[in-house]
């Protein structure tokens, strides 16, 4: 069978040899034929041209040559890791190992404190705002028609009670003073007549009626008495402070027209605000009212404000899925401003805690570590969890255990190896 298929394979080999011959004579013709064609285009081109034919040609062929070297020598082959010689370890649970060999570490530079658990308060984070206190603010508007002839208190001009601080030009306020001149002058007339009694009594009851209408209109009990003492009107009423404190937002300008219920002006006291904070879901559970808080500012680092949670919203806002708690806080040396921005820490509650100053914890982006001593030549760092206690200490709630060795000076530096080996 072998045999038969050897002996058709070799007389059809010498049948088509002749026609193979055949078509490569007429491919060599043809290849002839389209090389001297090129060769022809290529010297009817201008010296330029020829130049840049040249020059691809050539990019051409070391590209060519590239490809053919590169599937010669590609063999399939282990690649080798050689190691690094360096002495890290890198656990699953992001647990970091360093290992040095020899190196003594300055206890100048850096101290180890001895992890112990103790009570500490349970704090949550409320970012917030300061404002002044609505209870103690007031605003200051016109009681009737007039115009504005002078301003005497200008935006945070301090202001005790009973300071002028605006003069309106006002109709009404002439008119009330009138009608209480004449009914003051008709009692004194009557007053010694005891015939006419009824005549008296009406003229005290107008006199009490207009009085009662220049307090309504914004006059002092100064004011009503100076005009019963003199017996002169003004066309000018002066608008005082009910309260001590500071000019807040003044509306007005000397000539402006006002009607009743205008604005003038808005007082507050400053030495008692408002913190306005957002307390996310998460925490909801843990507040209620009459809770202490400690304030922060960028202002005062260094400084702690006590506030006192009054109010708790019943309501969750819909934008920031967060409620609004509002704390008491007392500004006796005047350090803080309305609308300044401050972090509260509110305590919830005591919890055991591992408590390392500030410089112990390890921030790198949202987490925060810590760095123990395992051996004489080991440390390894540790991710924890916990809060600020203050602006010098950190609770570790996790990833810390009593007895271990925790560095508190020097943590960023040593970081820094870690950091190196890591990359």
Do not use: C
């Amino acid at each position: 069978m072998i045999d038969k298929l050897i002996s058709f394979l070799k007389r059809l080999s010498e049948k088509t040899k002749p026609i193979l011959n055949k078509g490569a004579d007429h491919g060599a013709h043809h290849a002839k034929a389209a090389a001297a064609g090129l060769a022809g285009l290529y010297w009817n081109l201008s010296p330029t041209n020829r130049y840049r034919v040249r020059l691809a040609a050539f990019a051409f062929a070391i590209l060519s040559l590239g490809i053919v070297v590169g599937r010669i020598t590609n063999v399939d082959r282990a690649v080798k890791i050689e190691s690094s010689g360096k002495d890290l370890k890198v656990e699953t649970s992001g647990i970091l190992e360093l290992k040095l060999p020899g190196v003594k570490l300055n206890p100048e530079i850096y101290t180890f404190q001895l992890a112990e658990k103790i009570p500490v308060p349970v704090n949550i984070k409320v970012p917030g705002r300061l404002a002044f206190n609505a209870e103690k603010s007031k605003v200051l508007s016109a009681r009737a028609p007039g115009r504005v002839e002078r301003i005497y208190a200008f935006d945070g001009a301090q202001v005790d009670i009973g300071s002028p601080i605006v003069e309106l030009y006002s109709p009404d306020f002439l008119s009330a003073q009138q009608e209480y001149l004449l009914s003051s002058k008709t009692a004194k007339v009557l007053e010694g007549n005891k015939t006419i009694s009824d005549l008296l009594g009406d003229a005290l009851i107008t006199q009490q009626a207009a009085a009662n209408r220049m307090r309504n209109l914004g006059a002092s009990e100064g004011d009503i008495k100076s005009i019963e003492t003199t017996g002169k009107t003004t066309t000018n009423l002066v608008m005082r402070s009910p309260l001590k404190g500071v000019v807040v937002k003044r509306n007005v300008e000397p000539g402006t027209a006002v009607s009743a219920g205008d604005v003038i002006t808005t007082l507050a006291d400053p030495k008692h605000l408002w913190f306005l904070g957002n307390v996310f879901e998460q925490d909801f559970r843990m507040i209620k009212q009459g809770q202490k808080m400690a304030l922060r500012l960028e202002a005062y680092p260094e400084k702690e404000f006590v506030a006192y949670a009054n109010y708790i919203a019943p309501t969750v806002d819909p934008q920031t899925r967060a409620l609004l708690i509002r704390a008491d806080v007392e500004n006796i040396d005047g350090l803080l401003r309305p609308d300044m921005y401050a972090s509260g820490l509110l305590t919830t509650g005591m919890a055991d805690a591992v408590v390392v100053p500030q410089t112990a914890i390890v921030r790198i982006r949202e987490n925060r570590f810590a760095i123990i001593k395992v051996g004489d030549e080991t440390f390894r760092r540790v991710p924890v969890k916990g809060y600020d206690l203050n602006s010098k200490a950190f609770a570790i709630t996790e990833g810390v255990e009593p007895g271990w060795k925790v560095l508190t000076e020097g943590a960023v530096l040593l970081n820094d190896r870690f950091a190196k080996q890591e990359d």
